[in-house]
């Protein structure tokens, strides 16, 4: 018998690799997407143009009798919970929100599951984040932070992520559920919102090729992250939940880049050599040809940074055998590919 997989935040950016992974692999799979939305909604529609396999849930993070009566009617095998407000910079607009959807939500499907008398049965995933860690100096390892690192986040996202990490936990402990978190840097690829600094690289980098704009405005460029390709780390999330006992892992590539490199390389791909003139708010990225290509503007600096992650997937890399395939030159390639396509 095929087994059944629930996964919420199923329209988001690992929502989508990971429905695809786990229809090919023979589950049948459910997904939440969010509210009152209908299945003639457009935002639906377009959804199952792409996924026509997903069984579309209509619950809400924020609604517990909703998960409850899902969990009841669906009994899944596997519930992957990777629904969240996930934008940092965002987080800060709104954070008694991202507490509530990011932080708590975590509660509601947990306690769905327990409701609907699964405990025994579901194995659940939460969506951790290499943003507990907040990259400072003094909790940062040379070789990269690992699952017994110490948490210091630096955003109501980040809070709310510990919160999710730890009731997980706490579920785990408490009710001997098969309740696990991945820790999980960052990841990226064609199908990342451009919210987030990679994509909106790639696509004003598609942009500027078509000659739609002649430049892009960034915040902080001295950031660096650890980017992986999400659809490596979903494969991740799958094993975490195929061990013999739950337990948490980070997933990671182990190098780290800064938004600088992530520019220069982006702009490689359409053949643009950017050097750097001026600092801070002043700094400038100019091509071989004299144009400004870079500008900073400040309102995309955050009230407090996470200035460097690195991971070290040590870890899931011997115990669950999982490999990235996408290197970093790979990821910013696939994606400015991808986007001179879409801005075509
Ligand atoms: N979004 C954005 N926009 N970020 C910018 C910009 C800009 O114009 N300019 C510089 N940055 C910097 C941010 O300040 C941050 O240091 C870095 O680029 C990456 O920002 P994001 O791409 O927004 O991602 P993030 O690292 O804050 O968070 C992502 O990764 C986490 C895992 O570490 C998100 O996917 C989170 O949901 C995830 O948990």
Do not use: C
């Not at 309740?179 to 960052?186: E, K, M, P, R, V």
Request: charge should be negative; avoid cysteine.
């Amino acid at each position: 018998m095929s087994k059944t997989a629930f996964i919420t935040g199923v329209n988001g950016q690992d929502g989508g690799h990971l429905a695809k992974l786990l229809n090919d692999k023979g589950y049948k799979v459910y997904g939440v997407m969010r509210g009152q939305m209908e299945a003639s909604h457009p935002r639906a529609q377009k959804f199952l143009e792409e996924f026509p396999y997903v069984n579309l849930v209509f619950a809400d993070l924020l609604d517990l009798s909703s998960l409850t009566h899902a969990m009841q009617e669906i009994q899944p095998d596997e519930v992957y919970n990777l629904a969240a407000i996930s934008h940092v910079g965002y987080s800060f607009r709104d954070p008694l929100l991202t507490a509530d959807v990011t932080g708590k939500g975590v509660t509601n499907v947990l306690e769905a599951i327990r409701l609907a008398g699964l405990a025994d049965k579901t194995r659940f995933y939460q969506a951790s984040t290499s943003e507990m860690f907040g990259g400072l100096d003094y909790n940062r390892p040379e070789t990269g932070y690992t699952e017994e690192s110490t948490f210091h986040p630096r955003s109501p996202y980040g809070v709310a992520k510990l919160y999710g990490h730890w009731i997980t936990q706490n579920y785990r402990e408490s009710y001997g559920m098969f309740a696990l978190s991945g820790i999980l840097f960052n990841h990226e690829g064609d199908r990342r919102g451009p919210e987030f600094v990679t994509r909106k690289i790639t696509k004003t980098v598609a942009r500027i090729k078509h000659g739609k704009q002649e430049f892009m405005e960034l915040g902080n460029m001295d950031s660096k992250r650890d980017w992986g390709y999400a659809g490596d780390y979903v494969e991740g999330m799958w094993r975490m939940l195929q061990q013999d006992k739950p337990k948490d892992y980070v997933l990671a590539t182990g190098e780290t880049h800064s938004v600088r490199e992530f520019v220069e390389l982006a702009f490689k791909e359409i053949g643009l050599d950017i050097s750097w003139r001026g600092e801070a708010e002043d700094e400038e990225g100019v091509d071989q040809n004299g144009i400004v290509r870079v500008k900073v503007n400040p309102q995309f600096y955050r009230p407090a940074e996470v200035n460097l992650l690195l991971g070290n997937p040590t870890a899931a890399e011997e115990e669950l055998g999982w490999k990235r395939n996408v290197d970093f030159p790979g990821l910013v390639k696939l994606m400015v590919e991808k986007d001179l396509e879409v801005e075509a």
